[in-house]
Protein backbone atom coordinates (compact mmCIF):
# COMPACT_ATOMS: atom_id res chain seq x y z
CA UNK A 1 0.00 0.00 0.00
CA UNK A 2 1.06 3.62 -0.87
CA UNK A 3 0.00 6.80 1.23
CA UNK A 4 0.84 10.17 -0.40
CA UNK A 5 0.79 13.55 1.69
CA UNK A 6 2.38 16.74 1.16
CA UNK A 7 -0.43 18.36 -1.86
CA UNK A 8 -1.80 21.41 -1.44
CA UNK A 9 -2.78 24.96 -3.45
CA UNK A 10 0.27 27.37 -4.33
CA UNK A 11 1.67 30.18 -5.96
CA UNK A 12 3.76 29.89 -8.75
CA UNK A 13 7.29 29.80 -8.41
CA UNK A 14 7.05 28.23 -4.93
CA UNK A 15 7.79 24.85 -3.63
CA UNK A 16 6.43 22.29 -2.01
CA UNK A 17 7.54 18.62 -1.19
CA UNK A 18 5.43 15.16 -1.27
CA UNK A 19 6.11 12.16 0.65
CA UNK A 20 4.55 8.38 0.12
CA UNK A 21 5.21 5.92 2.46
CA UNK A 22 4.84 2.35 1.99
CA UNK A 23 3.94 -0.59 3.74
CA UNK A 24 4.61 -3.77 3.12
CA UNK A 25 8.22 -5.60 3.37
CA UNK A 26 10.81 -5.15 0.59
CA UNK A 27 10.61 -1.37 0.01
CA UNK A 28 13.75 -1.42 -1.20
CA UNK A 29 13.50 -3.94 -3.73
CA UNK A 30 10.97 -1.20 -5.68
CA UNK A 31 11.64 1.25 -7.72
CA UNK A 32 9.62 4.18 -7.14
CA UNK A 33 7.89 6.63 -9.01
CA UNK A 34 6.18 9.76 -9.31
CA UNK A 35 3.04 10.27 -11.66
CA UNK A 36 1.16 13.34 -12.47
CA UNK A 37 -2.02 14.07 -14.11
CA UNK A 38 -3.54 17.52 -15.00
CA UNK A 39 -7.47 17.91 -15.57
CA UNK A 40 -8.42 15.96 -18.73
CA UNK A 41 -4.96 14.47 -19.51
CA UNK A 42 -3.65 11.12 -19.24
CA UNK A 43 -0.65 10.44 -16.66
CA UNK A 44 2.63 11.51 -16.79
CA UNK A 45 5.67 9.76 -15.38
CA UNK A 46 7.30 12.94 -13.74
CA UNK A 47 10.30 10.92 -11.98
CA UNK A 48 11.46 7.69 -11.11
CA UNK A 49 14.23 6.70 -8.91
CA UNK A 50 15.66 3.00 -8.96
CA UNK A 51 15.48 0.51 -6.30
CA UNK A 52 19.05 1.32 -4.99
CA UNK A 53 18.01 4.96 -4.94
CA UNK A 54 21.74 5.50 -7.06
CA UNK A 55 19.52 7.09 -10.32
CA UNK A 56 16.81 8.48 -10.99
CA UNK A 57 14.89 10.33 -14.37
CA UNK A 58 12.95 12.71 -14.91
CA UNK A 59 10.12 14.39 -17.21
CA UNK A 60 11.99 17.07 -19.75
CA UNK A 61 9.67 19.78 -18.10
CA UNK A 62 10.67 19.11 -14.35
CA UNK A 63 14.39 18.85 -14.83
CA UNK A 64 16.51 21.38 -12.73
CA UNK A 65 13.25 21.63 -10.87
CA UNK A 66 12.31 18.45 -9.01
CA UNK A 67 14.12 16.04 -6.90
CA UNK A 68 12.76 12.66 -5.92
CA UNK A 69 14.68 11.06 -3.44
CA UNK A 70 13.95 7.69 -0.61
CA UNK A 71 14.70 6.73 2.63
CA UNK A 72 14.11 3.21 2.84
CA UNK A 73 14.48 3.10 6.27
CA UNK A 74 11.54 5.17 6.68
CA UNK A 75 10.01 3.15 3.93
CA UNK A 76 9.30 6.69 2.17
CA UNK A 77 9.68 8.49 -1.38
CA UNK A 78 9.67 12.07 -1.36
CA UNK A 79 9.53 14.20 -4.58
CA UNK A 80 11.04 17.84 -3.78
CA UNK A 81 9.19 20.53 -6.13
CA UNK A 82 10.71 24.07 -6.60
CA UNK A 83 9.53 26.90 -8.93
CA UNK A 84 6.40 25.30 -9.48
CA UNK A 85 4.71 26.56 -12.33
CA UNK A 86 0.60 26.16 -13.19
CA UNK A 87 1.34 23.54 -15.55
CA UNK A 88 2.35 21.35 -12.67
CA UNK A 89 -1.17 21.18 -11.49
CA UNK A 90 -2.50 17.93 -11.05
CA UNK A 91 -3.08 14.72 -9.00
CA UNK A 92 0.33 13.48 -8.02
CA UNK A 93 0.49 9.53 -7.86
CA UNK A 94 3.43 7.12 -5.72
CA UNK A 95 3.94 3.96 -7.79
CA UNK A 96 6.10 1.13 -7.26
CA UNK A 97 7.71 -1.41 -9.62
CA UNK A 98 9.97 -4.47 -8.42
CA UNK A 99 12.44 -4.01 -10.82
CA UNK A 100 16.27 -3.66 -10.42
CA UNK A 101 17.07 -2.10 -13.59
CA UNK A 102 18.51 1.61 -13.90
CA UNK A 103 16.22 4.62 -13.64
CA UNK A 104 16.70 6.06 -16.77
CA UNK A 105 15.97 1.98 -18.37
CA UNK A 106 12.84 2.07 -16.20
CA UNK A 107 11.47 5.86 -17.37
CA UNK A 108 12.31 4.88 -21.19
CA UNK A 109 10.69 1.33 -21.16
CA UNK A 110 9.14 -0.17 -18.15
CA UNK A 111 6.06 2.42 -17.17
CA UNK A 112 3.28 0.51 -17.63
CA UNK A 113 4.75 -1.90 -15.44
CA UNK A 114 4.46 -0.18 -12.55
CA UNK A 115 1.25 -1.93 -10.62
CA UNK A 116 1.24 -0.60 -7.24
CA UNK A 117 -0.71 2.85 -6.98
CA UNK A 118 -1.21 5.21 -4.08
CA UNK A 119 -4.51 6.98 -4.23
CA UNK A 120 -2.74 10.49 -5.38
CA UNK A 121 -2.13 13.70 -3.95
CA UNK A 122 -3.45 16.81 -5.34
CA UNK A 123 -1.42 19.81 -6.26
CA UNK A 124 -2.77 23.39 -7.90
CA UNK A 125 -0.70 25.70 -8.61
CA UNK A 126 -2.21 29.17 -9.24
CA UNK A 127 -0.46 31.77 -11.88
Known amino acids: QLVESGGGLVQAGASLSLSCVASGPSFDDYAMAWVRQAPGKPRDFVAVISWSGRTTDYLDSVKGRFTISRDDAKNTVYLRMNSLKHEDTGDYYC??????????????????????WGQGTQVTVSS
Open 95 to 116: AALRDSASAGYIFQSRKSKFDI
